[in-house]
């Protein structure tokens, strides 16, 4: 079954940084637009940044200067390097192929001291 596979979570603290991977299969990747979300305790799951084929990128407000979203279309992955990591960047993050129901399991980010 084709799937995405979140990898490179964790603690860090405020004002540091971590690098998500994310990786999936041609089939999957294709074309198409592919997305990072989050989910925080309490809250509705957000977009953080999208990322188009060709690598046109889009951002939320709230991660905008601090995060960036990359693509490899040859190896099918995705990343997204957090840096400035502030608590309320706390949530689990997942990998998603832009409107479609391909989703990772998700991978937990907790930023604290």
């Known amino acids: 079954q084709e799937q995405l596979v979140e990898s490179g979570g964790g603690l860090v603290e405020p004002g540091g940084s971590l690098r998500l991977s994310c990786a999936g299969s041609?089939?999957?990747?294709?074309?198409?637009?592919m997305a990072w979300y989050r989910q925080a305790p309490g809250k509705e799951r957000e977009l953080v940044a999208d990322i188009s084929f060709s690598g046109y990128t889009n951002y939320a407000d709230s991660v905008k200067g601090r995060f960036t979203i990359s693509r490899d279309n040859a190896k099918y992955t995705i990343d997204l390097q957090m840096n400035n990591l502030k608590p309320e960047d706390t949530a689990i993050y997942y990998c998603?192929?832009?409107?479609?129901?391909?989703w990772g399991k998700g991978i937990p980010v907790t930023v604290s001291s």
């Open positions: 998603n192929r832009k409107l479609s129901d391909y």
């Open positions: 041609r089939s999957i990747f294709s074309v198409y637009t």
